[in-house]
């Protein structure tokens, strides 16, 4: 069975700066996908940045980049140049290539300080 | 294209009663995945449907049941309501139900609140 840690439940970060989320998972699978997903107050959860597990090369989208670590398991989350709009709840989410059900963290909830 | 929709967005429900929560995917998207979230539990995973056939299943009783039309659209049942599954629950649609090779669109959510 397949599951994710999020150990820290709340992170603040100043407008402008860089904050890292983290985040750790076990699976028995050589194959899979991992995700970062941004749950706002509108509780409408929106993909942020995905990593597959057979590219060694970290994923970008804009501010946002992972750090992967495969044999660590490990697969945090940087935002840089924070915004306001980025204050949401995070979560850290993980799928074997073959399956079709999402294994979620318990969430990190990002404050962004103006 | 019109994103996922599910309907009612809220519901007050009485212990023993049953609910039936709608979601439509986004046009073309074969699969509907369904999602409970907790305070105390997180998201969990309830189950999967793909053309019509429930694909995959998550670890909830009998109590929560699901189906899904020929035009995609999925309805689940939680009958004999409990207060612990007051929750929001998340509804998902992909191309073809493969996580990783489909990113899954999710809806708004239904907020249920069983008294």
């Known amino acids: 069975a397949q599951t994710v840690t999020q150990s820290q439940p709340e992170m603040s970060v100043q407008e402008a700066e860089t904050v890292t989320l983290s985040c750790t998972y076990d699976?028995?699978?050589?194959?899979?996908?991992l995700f970062w997903y941004k749950q706002p107050p509108s509780r409408q959860m929106i993909l942020v940045i995905r990593q597959e597990a057979y590219k060694q090369q970290n994923a970008t989208e804009n501010r946002f980049s992972v750090n992967f670590q495969k044999a660590a398991k490990s697969f945090s989350l940087k935002i840089s140049d924070s915004q306001l709009g980025d204050a949401a709840m995070y979560f850290c989410?993980?799928?074997?290539?073959?399956?079709?059900?999402?294994?979620f963290g318990e969430g990190t909830q990002l404050t962004v300080n103006p | 294209k019109a994103g996922v929709t599910q309907t009612p967005r809220y519901l007050i429900k009485t212990r023993g009663q049953q609910v039936t929560l709608s979601c439509s995917p986004i046009s073309g998207h074969r699969s509907v995945s369904w999602y409970q979230q907790t305070p105390g539990q997180g998201l969990q995973f309830l189950f999967e449907?793909?053309?019509?056939?429930?694909?995959n299943k998550g670890n909830f009783p009998g109590r929560f049941s699901g189906r899904q039309f020929s035009n995609s659209r999925s309805e689940m049942n939680v009958s004999t309501l409990e207060l612990g599954d007051s929750a929001l629950y998340l509804c998902?649609?992909?191309?073809?139900?493969?996580?990783?090779?489909?990113?899954?669109?999710f809806g708004p959510g239904t907020r249920l609140t069983v008294l």
């Open positions: 989410a993980q799928v074997e290539t073959s399956g079709s059900r999402l294994t």
């Open positions: 699976t028995s699978e050589s194959d899979y996908y």
């Open positions: 998902a649609s992909s191309l073809e139900g493969l996580a990783g090779y489909n990113e899954q669109f």
């Open positions: 449907y793909f053309s019509e056939t429930q694909r």
